[in-house]
T-cell receptor, first 114, second 117 residues
Framework: DAGVIQSPRHEVTEMGQEVTLRCKPISGHDYLFWYRQTMMRGLELLIYFNNNVPIDDSGMPEDRFSAKMPNASFSTLKIQPSEPRDSAVYFC????????????FGQGTRLTVV | AQTVTQSQPEMSVQEAETVTLSCTYDTSENNYYLFWYKQPPSRQMILVIRQEAYKQQNATENRFSVNFQKAAKSFSLKISDSQLGDTAMYFCAFMMGPGGGADGLTFGKGTHLIIQP
C-alpha cells in the first residue's frame, strides 16, 4: 500500500476562497483522523471518522470548517470561506484500531491563505 | 481533558551522545497509551515508540527507549548513540484507552532535537 495519500501537498489561496483538502486512507483502515499543525497551537485533532461516520468533531474550529467521508477510501476537509489564520499544515491519518495499532500519517497539506 | 507538556523547545547534542527528551502529561484516566513521534524536515510524522499504561515494562525500539513513570505522569524518551538522521522535531502524544471516549491523539508542543556532527 502506498500509505495515506493527501492532496495537494501545497495550496495557496486568497482569503474568502473555498479550499478543499483531500485524503485517501490506507485500504482496510476503519479510522480516519484530520489534524492541524500550527506554530502557535501545535498539532490538534480536528475530527475523526470510524467506518465513514464522524465520531468526534469537537476540534473543528468553527462552522467554516467541514469534513466528509463519502466512502471508505476518500475524505475531504473543506474551509469556506478561508481566512489567513487558517494557514497551517493539515494532516490526515488512518488506523485499523487506534488502541491496537499505530496511526499512519500522510505527508500533510501546507495551506497558505493570503 | 488531557494535556501533554514538553518543557524543552530545543536540544542540541553531539553525534553518538545519549539524549533524553522530557514529557509530562495530565489525565484522570487509568488506561491509556503514550507515544513518541518524530517529524523530520520532510514533514512526515513517524511513530518512534509506543507505551501502554498498563504495562510496567518500559518500551524499547533499538536505540530508542522510554522511562515511563505512571505515578509521576512522566514519559521521557532516551536516544542512545545519536545519529545525524535523528535530527527532527519530536512529539510526545497521549491517547485514551478502549472505552475512554476519544480515539485521537493529544500532542505536546514538541522538542526540536539537533544532532551536531
Amino acid at each position: 500500500d502506498a500509505g495515506v495519500i493527501q492532496s495537494p501537498r501545497h495550496e495557496v489561496t486568497e482569503m474568502g476562497q473555498e479550499v478543499t483538502l483531500r485524503c485517501k486512507p490506507i485500504s482496510g483502515h476503519d479510522y480516519l483522523f484530520w489534524y492541524r499543525q500550527t506554530m502557535m497551537r501545535g498539532l490538534e485533532l480536528l475530527i475523526y471518522f470510524n467506518n465513514n461516520v464522524p465520531i468526534d468533531d469537537s476540534g473543528m474550529p468553527e462552522d467554516r470548517f467541514s469534513a466528509k467521508m463519502p466512502n471508505a477510501s476518500f475524505s475531504t476537509l473543506k474551509i469556506q470561506p478561508s481566512e489567513p489564520r487558517d494557514s497551517a499544515v493539515y494532516f490526515c491519518a488512518s488506523s485499523l484500531d487506534p488502541t491496537d495499532t499505530e496511526a499512519f500519517f500522510g505527508q500533510g497539506t501546507r495551506l497558505t491563505v493570503v | 481533558a488531557q494535556t501533554v507538556t514538553q518543557s524543552q523547545p530545543e536540544m542540541s547534542v553531539q553525534e553518538a551522545e545519549t539524549v533524553t527528551l522530557s514529557c509530562t502529561y495530565d489525565t484522570s484516566e487509568n488506561n491509556y497509551y503514550l507515544f513518541w513521534y518524530k517529524q523530520p524536515p520532510s514533514r512526515q510524522m513517524i511513530l518512534v515508540i509506543r507505551q501502554e499504561a498498563y504495562k510496567q515494562q518500559n518500551a524499547t525500539e533499538n536505540r530508542f527507549s522510554v522511562n515511563f513513570q505512571k505515578a509521576a505522569k512522566s514519559f521521557s524518551l532516551k536516544i542512545s548513540d545519536s545519529q545525524l538522521g535523528d535530527t527532527a522535531m519530536y512529539f510526545c502524544a497521549f491517547m485514551m484507552g478502549p472505552g475512554g471516549g476519544a480515539d485521537g491523539l493529544t500532542f505536546g508542543k514538541g522538542t526540536h532535537l539537533i544532532i551536531q556532527p
